[in-house]
Structure formats: structure tokens, C-alpha cells
């Protein structure tokens, strides 16, 4: 990974560089694949073990406090982490810094002083402050802040004090995030992917030390001590790439800072600062309208949808890493006026994407009990609660396509460079839609109405940012997109079905999981190659690549023998 991207200062002025070992692409070829390609299975892989311990997070919860009052006050402190990943690492802010390096990058070679340093300058002092002042506020206004968001809660007392610790997430999650957008735009994927391993390990071993002393508020420490550890799985990498002096080309004189600077300043404007935090923290309110609507609910139903939607999250999470490594990529071919092929990348990025969520889907209604016996009864879990949690995981899981296409497609508007509202106002439209069907369904079929009205409210805001895809961001051609879609949400239902059938007769928790997935990818590639899905090709390629790669190593090792 490292030697492959080792090529940003050689680039031409005006033009991010492809990776070293991509410099003589076949013809006709896309010059960022091969390194894509790396860069994704570098973040899978990172992605994949930050997940399993993001569960194994979830099983030590599970384990030592169950899924009752205490964990209920917990969760509502871990609001603020989970807004803040949102706001400060995943999306927000990265949207506006990762165009923003990726152009002082581009001019890296141009200009006498070093664009990258001096936007470092202008942004991360006062970024700094604002994220220590934010963090301060919440732990002071601690009690209101639970008060407003689970008014329900018998004894709010534990969730105030789970609150101040995780407030310093704040400050450490605003860095993370500064780290990540930077390195991501100097493309080094392996320490930003590395974050939530960092952040997991953190949170396991601080409750694991502690040994349950201290009740939760040993899971709220580990947040605060999971958060410094993301800033310093980073750093090392960060100073590297700052202290980098970069060679003037000739020709190259100081005159282009100035110009280069004020590019940069707009790209880091306040305006284009408050689309991306706003739409954010729109996003992240349908959780604030999930906890809210719970709160008055018996005690674990905020727990049950946490545990639900931390496992069919999963899915999500791999489908978007594509996502995440090719933002940089758009964002330069929209800068150089090359639509078509953003447009490219951004379609292909959506089937991709979709066919992995959806195959994750199936997975996930066909076998939720088996998988959450499997996860989590065990210690203060008990039958109950993984009854209950498997039924709202399943109702969950029908809007993880929404928040697949939602992740997908938000970048694409963001990558343009320009300030634009509509992202917001559709997201706003899908928060009302769940906050109107939540408090409804609430009252019909608890815990279970209020992650149908989540998956409602996601779906309708990725319908409305489809509908918006044209001229002022990436005009990616809606009906063709919608008519592949199509094709992995009817071999999901069909592999949903078959999956169910085998994992209900194996009465093995882990035979179960492990039949039903088998099933469940078997029916769907199956059916993605009778309808000539062309999302499945990339997919088909890469299995023969590996087959072929396997035969070719045990023929050498044959042929060594005799």
C-alpha cells in the first residue's frame, strides 16, 4: 500500500498523480483501478477486524451489563460518540476537507511554499479550539442534554455521568477525523481504516481491566480512552506526510500561492462547512428520534435496537468502504472537468455497493435469531432479550439498501466543490418521515414500529437524492441505475427465503449461521448470473482472478517438488 502511493509529489501541477505501480495502464483502462482495488482490500480487511471487535465491543456489553436500565442509561451517553462519528470522522467534515487537500495537493509542485502545510495552519488550530470548546460544553450541560434526549429514563443520574466521559470524544473524534480526511486525500487508506480497530480495542480493554467496576461507566471510560487511541494511530503517518518537503518544478515560483490558497479557503468556506455538518447531524438525528421514541418504552428497548442495529450495520459499513476510497477520485475528475468519468466511478460504486448490502440483507433476516444467540446470550443476556432483538434487527435490515444508496450518493454531491442545500432538505424529509411513522408505529408495535420507521424515513431520502443526481453534481444516469438495482434486491429476496429455510432446521447456533450465509450466497450469485447483472462482473472477475492465482501457486509448488 505504502509503495504504491509514494508518487503524490511527483505529480504535474494541477493534476493528482495515479499510484507508482499504475504508471502504464493497458489502453482504454482506468489508471486508478489497480490501486483502488489495493487501496479497498487494505480498508476491507482493516474494516472487517474493526467490525468483529465493534461486535466483540458489543458482546463484552452484553456480557457484563445485559440489556436492561443501565445499559439503557449508557447507550444514551454513547449519543454523543455516535453523533460525533458522523459529524466529525465518517461524513461532515470529511467532505469538506478531503477536496480541499486534494486540490493543495494537486498544486503541491507548482508554487514555491507548501500549500498543504498552510492550509494545516489555517484550519487545524482553530478546528482544535472549536472541538475542545464543543466537548466542554456538552459536560456542563450534561443533564440537559439526557434530559432532551430520554426524558423516559427512571434514574437519568448514571446516563449524566456516561455523558461527561464520553463528551471528551469531542475533542479526540474532531482530530481523528482531521487525520483521516488529510491522509485519505494523500491516499493512505491503512491508518484512517485502522481507527476503529484502535477505538474497539480501547473500549474492550479499559471495561475488561476495570472487570465490570464502576458499572457502565467503565464502557463510557473506554470511549474517552478509545478516542485517543484513534488520534495516535494516525499521527505517526500525518507527520510524515507533512514534514515531506516537496520538490519545485521548474517554472515553479511563489506566485500560485496566493491563488492556490484562496481555492482552498473556498473550498473550506463556512458555507460549504455548514451543508456538510448540517446534513450530518440531520442524519444522525433519526438516532435521537430512535432513543427518544424508546425511552418511554420498558426497560431494554433501547438496548434491543442498539444491539439489532450494531450487527446489521455491518453490511453497510463494507458496502460503503468502496465509497469512502474513491471519494478522492471523483472529487479530482469533477475538478478537471472529467464527468464522464466521475459518473463512471460513482455507477459503479452504487451497484457494487448495492449488491453487497443486499447480499448482507439476506444474511441478516434469514438467520437473526441464530446470528444473535450466536453474538450475544450469554452472562446478563438472556432468551427474552435475543427474541426481541432479532425481530427489530430484521425489520431494521430492510433500510439498509436506503442507507447504502444514501452514503453512496451523498458523496457525489459533495465532491462537485460547490456549496449545495439539497442534500440537507432530503435528508430533512426522511427525519420527518421517521419521526411521523415512529411515533405512530410506536404505539402499534414498540421497539419494532420505531426500526420500521427508520428504514421508511432512509429509503424516501435516498429516492429523493436520486432524484436530484443532474448537471450540478454527478449526472449519473437514474433509470439505468434503478433498472440494476433491481436485479440484486430480486436475488436477495429469493436467497432471503432459501437462507431462512435452511438455517430454521439446524438447531446449532453456529451450524445454523454458517448454513443459512452458505445458502443465502449460493442462491444469490446464482440468481445475479441469470439476470446478467453487470454489477456482479467485477465481483466474477475477481473470484476467477483468485482461483487462478491459487492454481498458479500449487502447480509451482508441484513442479518445485518433482
Known amino acids: 500500500m505504502t509503495s504504491t502511493a509514494r508518487s503524490v509529489d511527483a505529480a504535474p501541477a494541477g493534476k493528482l498523480p495515479a499510484p507508482a505501480a499504475e504508471a502504464a495502464p493497458p489502453k482504454g483502462s482506468d489508471p486508478s483501478n489497480g490501486f483502488l482495488a489495493k487501496a479497498a482490500l487494505v480498508t476491507a480487511v482493516l474494516t472487517v477486524a474493526g467490525a468483529v471487535l465493534g461486535l466483540g465491543r458489543d458482546q463484552a456489553l452484553a456480557h457484563f451489563f445485559g440489556a436492561g436500565s443501565e445499559t439503557d442509561a449508557f447507550l444514551v451517553a454513547w449519543t454523543v460518540p455516535e453523533v460525533a462519528t458522523t459529524l466529525l470522522i465518517e461524513d461532515g467534515l470529511a467532505f469538506a476537507l478531503v477536496p480541499a487537500f486534494s486540490m493543495a495537493l494537486a498544486r503541491r509542485r507548482s508554487v514555491r511554499e507548501d500549500p498543504v502545510r498552510a492550509l494545516v495552519a489555517a484550519t487545524l488550530p482553530r478546528l482544535s479550539l472549536a472541538f475542545a470548546g464543543v466537548g466542554l460544553v456538552l459536560m456542563a450541560k450534561a443533564p440537559h442534554l439526557v434530559a432532551l434526549l430520554a426524558p423516559g429514563l427512571p434514574d437519568p443520574r448514571l446516563a449524566v455521568d456516561c455523558t461527561r466521559l464520553t463528551a471528551t470524544c469531542a475533542l479526540s473524534f474532531g482530530l481523528a477525523g482531521y487525520c483521516s480526511a488529510v491522509l485519505r486525500a494523500h491516499r493512505r487508506f491503512v491508518a484512517p481504516a485502522a481507527i476503529y480497530v484502535a477505538y474497539n480495542v480501547g473500549i474492550i480493554g479499559t471495561v475488561l481491566v476495570l472487570d465490570g467496576r464502576g458499572g457502565v461507566r467503565s464502557a463510557a471510560l473506554g470511549v474517552a480512552v478509545g478516542g485517543v487511541l484513534m488520534v495516535a494511530v494516525q499521527a505517526p503517518s500525518l507527520w510524515w506526510q507533512l514534514r515531506r518537503r516537496p520538490a519545485l518544478t521548474p517554472g515553479g515560483t511563489a506566485s500560485g500561492t496566493a491563488t492556490g490558497d484562496a481555492a482552498a479557503a473556498r473550498l473550506m468556506s463556512g458555507a460549504l462547512i455548514?451543508?456538510?455538518?448540517?446534513?450530518?447531524?440531520?442524519?444522525?438525528?433519526?438516532?435521537?428520534?430512535?432513543?427518544?421514541?424508546?425511552?418511554?418504552?420498558?426497560?431494554?428497548?433501547?438496548?434491543?435496537?442498539?444491539?439489532?442495529?450494531?450487527?446489521?450495520?455491518?453490511?453497510?459499513?463494507?458496502?460503503l468502504m468502496l465509497c469512502t476510497v474513491t471519494l478522492p477520485v471523483v472529487a479530482q475528475a469533477l475538478a478537471e472537468g472529467d464527468v464522464k468519468r466521475a459518473r463512471s466511478r460513482v455507477e459503479r460504486d452504487l451497484g457494487l455497493a448495492s449488491c453487497v448490502v443486499l447480499l448482507g440483507t439476506a444474511v441478516v433476516i434469514a438467520c437473526a435469531p441464530q446470528i444473535i444467540q450466536l453474538l450475544f446470550q450469554r452472562g446478563a443476556f438472556?432468551?427474552?432479550?435475543?427474541?426481541?432483538?432479532?425481530?427489530?434487527?430484521?425489520?431494521?435490515?430492510?433500510?439498509?439498501?436506503?442507507?447504502?444508496?444514501?452514503?453512496?450518493?451523498?458523496?457525489?454531491?459533495?465532491?462537485?466543490?460547490?456549496?449545495?442545500?439539497?442534500?440537507?432538505?432530503?435528508?430533512?424529509?426522511?427525519?420527518?418521515?421517521?419521526?411521523?411513522?415512529?411515533?405512530?408505529?410506536?404505539?402499534?408495535?414498540?421497539?419494532?414500529?420505531?426500526?420500521?420507521?427508520?428504514?421508511?424515513?432512509?429509503?424516501?431520502?435516498?429516492?429523493?437524492?436520486?432524484?436530484?443526481?443532474?448537471?450540478?453534481?454527478?449526472?449519473?444516469?437514474?433509470?439505468?441505475?434503478?433498472?440494476?438495482?433491481?436485479?440484486?434486491?430480486?436475488?436477495m429476496a429469493c436467497a432471503t427465503g432459501f437462507g431462512a429455510a435452511v438455517s430454521l432446521r439446524v438447531a446449532s447456533p453456529p451450524v445454523g449461521v454458517a448454513a443459512g450465509s452458505l445458502t443465502v450466497a449460493g442462491v444469490f450469485a446464482l440468481v445475479l448470473w441469470v439476470l446478467r447483472a453487470k454489477s456482479f462482473k467485477p465481483v466474477a472477475r475477481s473470484i476467477r482472478s483468485v482461483i487462478r492465482s491459487v492454481v498458479r501457486s500449487v502447480t509451482r509448488k508441484r513442479s518445485h517438488v518433482r
Open 274 to 319: 455548514a451543508t456538510v455538518l448540517l446534513f450530518a447531524l440531520c442524519r444522525q438525528s433519526q438516532v435521537l428520534i430512535e432513543r427518544f421514541l424508546a425511552s418511554s418504552l420498558p426497560a431494554g428497548a433501547i438496548s434491543h435496537l442498539n444491539y439489532a442495529q450494531k450487527v446489521a450495520q455491518v453490511p453497510m459499513i463494507l458496502s
Open 382 to 491: 438472556t432468551p427474552a432479550d435475543t427474541t426481541a432483538t432479532a425481530a427489530v434487527m430484521r425489520v431494521y435490515a430492510l433500510g439498509l439498501i436506503g442507507h447504502t444508496l444514501v452514503g453512496a450518493l451523498v458523496r457525489s454531491y459533495f465532491s462537485g466543490h460547490r456549496v449545495t442545500w439539497y442534500p440537507l432538505g432530503a435528508m430533512a424529509v426522511g427525519v420527518a418521515a421517521t419521526a411521523a411513522i415512529g411515533s405512530r408505529a410506536v404505539d402499534l408495535w414498540g421497539v419494532r414500529g420505531i426500526a420500521l420507521a427508520n428504514a421508511t424515513g432512509i429509503s424516501l431520502t435516498a429516492i429523493v437524492l436520486l432524484c436530484g443526481m443532474g448537471p450540478s453534481n454527478v449526472p449519473i444516469r437514474v433509470r439505468r441505475v434503478l433498472a440494476e438495482l433491481v436485479k440484486p434486491a430480486a436475488a
